[in-house]
Each structure stands twice: as C-alpha cells, then as structure tokens.
C-alpha cells in the first residue's frame, strides 16, 4: 500500500507540477506577450505547494482520518465535496507561492490589482476544473479499478480481442443466513464496507474488478500482472489476513 500511494503522489505530483507551470506561463504571456524564466519557476514553487497539499489531503485525511467517513459518503457528495477542498487547496498553494516569489504579504483574494484579480479568477477555473475531473477519474478507478477506467477512456471495450487473463472468484460464506440475521439494510451496509475495506488490496495487487454479482466479486489479471509478484496468489492471503484482523470491528458493528 505505502509503494502504491507513493506512486499515486509522484504522478500527482507530475500533473500538478505541469499544470501550474503551464498556466503561469500562459498568464505570463497574455500580460507580457513572452514567457520568462521567473513565471516558469512560479509555476514549478505553486505546482511544488499544492502537491504537497493535496497529497497530504488525500494519503493522510481521506485515506487514514476520515476513512470511514468517506466510505459512507455516496459518489455525488464525495465528489462535490473532495473537489470543493481540491480547490481551496490548490488556489492556497497559489496564494503561498505568489507569496514567495512576488508579493511582500500572502494575498489568497487579490482586490485592487485588475491583472492579479483577472489571474486569480483563471487560476479558480483551472483549479475547478482539475479538481472535479481528477477526482471523477479517481473515484471511478476505485470503484471500478484504475485498468478498467483506462481501458473506457480509451475506447478498448469497441475493439474486443483475445486474451490470457487470470481470473479469481470470491464470494461470501453463508450470506443468506448473514442476510436473514441482519436484516436487508444492515447486511447491503456490512457488504459496502467490505467491498471497500477490499479496495486497498484490489489497487496495490493491480486487479481488475470485471464484475460485482450480489455477494461476489469477480477479480481478474493479466496474465503478466497476474504473476508478477505473484499478486494473483497473494491477494486473497492479503484479503484474509485483512478480515482476521477487522474481525473485532466486524463482530462489534454487525
């Protein structure tokens, strides 16, 4: 998981360092008609801040404080919600980076100066628009798994072909009996926070999610993911040992 969120945040990185460059030499050029060494470096120190922000955001509140929270949460008003604190994120890491590198005092709202005020209110629509994009994608790669979200984008589903892929089954043990103790509602709560206490092992092992059916899940791999690492034999121990230890959490709620 540590290898995984490490990934995730240099890619966040990478994204944000290139669209904060490239909207500072943007602005930089309709004010002054060129691109300076300095406006790429402003873009670089504001796109250095708001990684650091977001993915403090997102590997530290989202994914370890607020966990839970989120889990409840339903795909609309996460979205809204992770997309609203994306901005302000983004547009503070702005602010602080104009502090460094310009201003004499940090200015999040810029009133008098029409070209600052002008910049500010691109950079709100680039940070919106990021934002609400970023997490869409990001939420459905969860949901769905990053290789199934990729491979929708870009239209692989129209071009169907042959493959060797490993495929895993699991399903949960006496659910009709589960179902029958807890009641309809309670049991849908219990498999939603099961599904999701999954998601971790689901993205760091690289499987596919090809289909939820009820009380299963259906997993499935590349051949070369699939063995590489052995991540297709692994993930179920993952799993397991997952449950052995959320087992007191389990028996407590349900």
């Given at each position: 998981?540590l290898?995984?969120?490490?990934?995730?945040a240099?890619?966040l990185s990478?994204?944000?360092?290139i669209?904060?460059?490239?909207?500072s030499?943007?602005?930089?050029?309709?004010?002054y008609?060129?691109?300076?060494?300095?406006?790429?470096a402003?873009?670089?120190?504001?796109?250095?801040?708001?990684?650091?922000l977001?993915?403090?955001?997102k590997?530290?509140?989202?994914?370890?404080?607020?966990?839970?929270?989120?889990q409840?949460?339903?795909?609309l008003?996460?979205?809204?919600?992770?997309?609203?604190v994306y901005?302000?994120l983004?547009?503070?890491?702005?602010?602080?980076?104009r502090?460094?590198?310009?201003?004499?005092?940090?200015?999040?709202?810029?009133?008098?100066d029409g070209?600052a005020?002008q910049?500010?209110?691109e950079a709100?629509?680039v940070?919106?628009v990021?934002?609400?994009?970023?997490?869409?994608?990001?939420?459905?790669?969860r949901?769905?798994?990053?290789?199934v979200?990729a491979?929708?984008?870009?239209?692989?589903?129209?071009r169907?072909?042959?493959?060797?892929?490993?495929?895993?089954?699991?399903?949960?043990?006496?659910?009709?009996?589960i179902?029958?103790?807890?009641g309809?509602k309670?049991?849908?709560?219990?498999m939603s926070?099961?599904?999701?206490?999954?998601?971790?092992?689901i993205?760091s092992?690289r499987?596919?999610?090809?289909?939820?059916?009820?009380d299963?899940?259906?997993?499935?791999?590349s051949l070369?993911?699939?063995i590489?690492?052995?991540?297709c034999?692994?993930?179920?121990?993952?799993i397991?040992?997952?449950f052995?230890?959320?087992?007191g959490?389990?028996?407590?709620?349900?």
């Open positions: 998981m290898k995984h969120n490490a990934e995730l240099l890619k990478l994204i944000a360092g669209l904060a460059t490239l909207v030499s943007w602005q930089n050029y309709g004010a008609g060129s691109v300076s060494l300095h406006s790429i402003n873009g670089l120190v504001d796109g250095f801040l708001i990684v650091g977001l993915s403090t955001y590997l530290i509140v989202t994914d370890v404080l607020l966990r839970r929270f989120f409840k949460l339903g795909f008003p996460t979205l809204l919600l992770n997309s609203f901005s302000v983004i547009l503070f890491g702005r602010a602080f980076g502090y460094l590198m310009e201003y004499d005092r940090f200015v999040l709202f810029p009133i008098g070209m005020k910049h500010f209110f709100v629509i940070a919106v990021f934002s609400v994009v970023f997490n869409f994608l990001l939420q459905n790669g949901l769905l798994g990053p290789k979200m491979n929708f984008i870009t239209g692989r589903y129209h169907p072909r042959s493959e060797t892929r490993v495929v895993l089954f699991m399903d949960l043990k006496s659910s009709t009996t179902a029958e103790k807890l309809d309670i049991y849908l709560e219990f926070e099961a599904f999701a206490d999954m998601t971790e092992a993205i092992r499987a596919e999610i090809y289909k939820y059916v009820g299963e899940i259906i997993l499935t791999w070369s993911r699939g590489a690492d052995n991540n034999l692994k993930f179920p121990l993952e397991q040992r997952l052995v230890a959320s087992a959490r389990y028996q407590s709620r349900y």
